[in-house]
């Protein structure tokens, strides 16, 4: 049964509150089945399955399954579909709310992958939280906006250059898998999308001496992108109590240009930075 036909089988209406778009074209379902090189050792979580186009392909080569759906309407075209295999867990929840660790340990007893269509409201949140949480996770095949994509593998200098990238890209290797139309999506949203792979690095792309420290510069390069990379970090590094003579010293000692704009910066030199604005 076609995602069309299950919809009135069941009187579902996407939710435009939670960004709902079932995926309903075949190809870009097997590009992600691809990208994520499955076998009979591997558990999944899936995010958003829906009404369960990819989740019944997950189930058929993964060793288990779990898929975390917020929207209960859902729930009973969903298990219809995939009720049959025995390595499916269907959870009601909203996945940023959810304890990975603890499903890790309590059901998939080994670190896992995701594979989803990301709901796009909260795209950016989720893939944060899998950062967050990239210990557990092996890689995340997802799709996402077009944007989103470009954000995620954007190169310094490129107006999509910014703390998603960098956060992203610390942690992790990125690529596009493919794009998507709209018209692959029930309803089409009115933005293409892409499939992103996201494979988790064991230990930082460059090794930092205090984390939140490097967040604080970055957000604060970021803070105001009209501005030169000085006035940005004065304006937010003072409410860190770092005086602007600190800045002008460390911008120097790391042979930054004070008058470049801080979404030109490299990883490696928002990290030489840090390390001295931290010291």
């Known amino acids: 049964?076609?995602?069309?036909?299950?919809?009135?089988?069941?009187?579902?209406?996407?939710?435009?509150?939670?960004?709902?778009?079932?995926?309903?074209?075949?190809?870009?379902?097997?590009?992600?089945?691809?990208?994520?090189?499955?076998?009979?050792?591997?558990?999944?979580?899936?995010?958003?399955?829906?009404?369960?186009?990819?989740?019944?392909?997950?189930?058929?080569?993964?060793?288990?399954?779990?898929?975390?759906?917020?929207?209960?309407?859902?729930?009973?075209?969903?298990?219809?579909r995939v009720g049959v295999f025995e390595n499916i867990c269907i959870i009601e929840e909203d996945v940023l709310k959810l304890d990975l660790e603890l499903l890790k340990n309590r059901y998939f007893m080994?670190?896992?992958?995701?594979?989803?269509?990301?709901?796009?409201?909260?795209?950016?949140?989720?893939?944060?939280?899998?950062?967050?949480?990239?210990?557990?996770?092996?890689?995340?095949?997802?799709?996402?906006?077009?944007?989103?994509?470009?954000?995620?593998?954007?190169?310094?200098?490129?107006?999509?250059?910014?703390i998603l990238s960098v956060a992203v890209q610390l942690?992790?290797?990125?690529?596009?898998?493919c794009e998507v139309g709209s018209e692959a999506f029930v309803p089409p949203p009115k933005v293409d999308s892409a499939v992103v792979r996201i494979i988790f690095r064991h230990e930082p792309r460059v090794k930092l001496e205090d984390e939140a420290v490097f967040f604080e510069v970055v957000e604060a390069a970021f803070g105001h992108r009209r501005k030169i990379l000085r006035n940005s970090l004065k304006d937010r590094l003072a409410l860190c109590g770092i005086s602007l003579d600190k800045i002008d010293d460390a911008l120097e000692k790391a042979g930054i240009d004070p008058a470049r704009r801080g979404e030109t910066l490299s990883i490696e030199e928002f990290a030489r930075l840090a390390a001295l604005l931290r010291n």
Not at 51 to 57: I, V
Not at 130 to 156: D, F
Not at 171 to 177: G, K, N, R
């Open 171 to 177: 942690h992790a290797d990125v690529d596009i898998v």
């Open 110 to 162: 080994s670190d896992f992958k995701v594979v989803a269509n990301l709901p796009y409201y909260i795209t950016s949140p989720i893939i944060m939280k899998l950062v967050e949480s990239r210990c557990l996770v092996k890689l995340a095949v997802i799709m996402v906006q077009k944007e989103v994509a470009r954000r995620l593998t954007a190169l310094p200098g490129g107006k999509d250059y910014g």
């Open 1 to 80: 049964m076609d995602i069309k036909s299950i919809m009135r089988k069941y009187g579902i209406k996407a939710d435009k509150r939670l960004g709902q778009h079932f995926l309903m074209d075949e190809r870009p379902i097997a590009a992600i089945l691809e990208a994520a090189e499955l076998s009979s050792e591997d558990c999944v979580l899936e995010i958003g399955p829906g009404l369960g186009a990819l989740t019944e392909k997950l189930c058929r080569r993964a060793k288990k399954v779990a898929a975390v759906e917020k929207d209960g309407d859902l729930i009973p075209a969903l298990k219809n």
